[in-house]
């Protein structure tokens, strides 16, 4: 049978130009898959949310156990005394870390106090807030002193750990002082929630993640850059396309 003459296209006939042209797309698609395989998909962000109606008994504690692991990560106190006479002498509400790295959001005041910040609800709760709270409210006959004083949902900001592993979450509250027949601190919580990824902040009053992407997802200066999608368009259409790079090639040149 008598073979064709007509000259078979392969890459030996493309000029050095075309490839070298075939060769950066090729390691870009290369880097790009590996970049893929390599970085993955990011973690799921979750938020664990538990709604509630804790009232904090005068001189009782709440064990608030963040993420229902059965070990109670924080506790709330609710203290009040009276006068030798049965007068009221002072009440106080405070809050601090229970189990191992457990810790609330506030300052050391003068190196002596710790107060606990009452966040409104959309403050940010992370990394760089300090954690040293302890005293939420005094009342007494040094006067009143801190932030949680006739305050409603109003955020505690948590940090903990699970598996060693620093988490971040809060807990809503509800704070009034009664004056009078039942004197002391009525305080109720209302709800609490976590972060399920380890490291990442969360937002007071936040119980769902938001549907668009975050700042939390990987940098986009870590992702392999796309080639460009009129070469990789050539570059799926086979022998057309290589047709296709020639008459750029050749158009290139005279443009030159």
Not at 181 to 201: D, N
Request: aromatic letters at 8%; charged letters at 20%; proline letters at 5%.
């Amino acid at each position: 049978m008598k073979r064709s003459s007509r000259p078979t296209r392969t890459i030996a006939n493309l000029s050095e130009s075309v490839h070298q042209r075939l060769n950066m797309y090729a390691l870009a698609a290369t880097g790009a898959g590996v970049g893929t395989l390599v970085l993955g998909q990011p973690a799921e962000a979750k938020i664990i949310y538990t709604p509630a109606h804790a009232v904090i008994p005068l001189n009782g504690d709440c064990l608030l156990d963040l993420n229902r692991d059965g070990v109670a990560d924080f506790t709330i106190s609710n203290l009040y005394r009276k006068t030798q006479s049965g007068g009221f002498l002072d009440a106080q509400l405070n809050a601090r870390g229970k189990s191992k790295g457990a810790a609330v959001a506030g300052k050391t005041f003068m190196g002596t106090t710790s107060y606990v910040y009452a966040l409104a609800r959309g403050s940010k709760i992370g990394p760089s807030r300090p954690f040293s709270g302890y005293n939420m409210l005094y009342i007494g006959y040094r006067g009143t002193l801190g932030k949680w004083a006739n305050v409603k949902e109003r955020y505690l900001g948590l940090r903990f750990q699970i598996k060693g592993r620093v988490h971040y979450g809060w807990a809503r509250l509800n704070v009034r002082f009664v004056n009078g027949v039942g004197v002391g601190i009525a305080a109720t919580m209302t709800g609490y929630a976590y972060e399920t990824i380890p490291g990442k902040g969360i937002i007071a009053g936040q119980t769902k993640e938001p549907d668009d992407i975050s700042v939390d997802q990987p940098d986009a200066a870590l992702i392999m850059p796309t080639p460009e999608p009129a070469a990789l368009g050539a570059l799926a259409m086979g022998a057309p396309g290589l047709s296709i790079w020639r008459r750029e090639e050749r158009r290139s040149h005279l443009d030159r």
